[in-house]
């Protein structure tokens, strides 16, 4: 079946400019988080939904970074006012939440570089 | 607050040589433990994982990971890598209920000469 999908898979944007990045979770998966990979930091946690619940939103670096989930599937990760240290590749992961252990399915990630 | 320790950065084999990567984790309660492989251009993909029961967990690919929970450990094993396990590999653990966030090591980078 089809897996977790993200779009675009490649951003380049200026600095200041704002940015949406996109994720398809596995359908029928309420959980979704969003996670970031970079030289510095190596693999972080930024935000997780999950179902109806307000977003659990402890991972974001700071207020620059928002994030939605219309309609408990499809979420987007805002950036607004890039700045070069935004770069780095944003990893979307879903599952099927079950209340108990459960793995995460991650998507191919969309490259940021902020000039 | 969880963290997870990977204590080779870069480990370079020959094939069929063996592999043994470290990973030690730092959490109070009861944990998911996981292992993460990303082949060059490609996503993460999931070796294995461990919720509860045998500590000696197989997955992929014939690798296999055991869940000492004295040591706070969960190392990878292989008894055998082939040119084809070039790859970084990143150990995580999560909370085993609810908000199941992964923390992660900072990944080993393995090379395998063929």
């Known amino acids: 079946g089809a897996g977790v999908s993200q779009s675009p898979s490649n951003k380049v944007t200026e600095k200041g400019k704002d940015v949406e990045l996109r994720c398809d979770p596995i359908?029928?998966?309420?959980?979704l988080y969003w996670y970031r990979q970079s030289l510095g930091q190596g693999l972080e946690f930024l935000i997780y939904f999950q179902g109806n619940s307000a977003p659990d939103k402890s991972g974001l670096p700071s207020d620059r970074f928002s994030a939605e989930r219309t309609g408990g599937s499809v979420s987007t990760l805002t950036i607004q006012r890039t700045q070069q240290e935004d770069s780095a590749v944003y990893l979307c992961?879903?599952?099927?939440?079950?209340?108990?252990?459960?793995?995460?399915?991650f998507g191919p990630g969309t490259r940021l570089t902020v000039t | 607050a969880q963290s997870v320790s990977q204590h080779n950065h870069h480990v370079i084999l020959s094939e069929a040589a063996s592999l043994e990567l470290g990973c030690n984790y730092s959490y109070g309660g009861t944990v998911n433990l996981f292992w993460y492989v990303q082949y060059p251009g490609q996503h993460l993909q999931l070796l294995l994982k461990y919720f509860s029961g045998d500590p000696l967990v197989k997955g992929i690919k014939g690798f296999e990971a055991e869940f000492i929970k004295s040591k706070f450990s969960f190392n990878l094993r292989k008894p055998s890598v082939q040119w084809s396990d070039t790859a970084e590999y990143f150990c995580a653990v999560s909370r085993n209920t609810g908000f199941q966030k992964l923390v992660f090591g900072t990944g080993t980078r393995l090379l395998v000469s063929p």
């Open positions: 359908s029928g998966h309420t959980a």
């Open positions: 992961a879903s599952s099927p939440y079950t209340g108990t252990a459960y793995e995460q399915y």
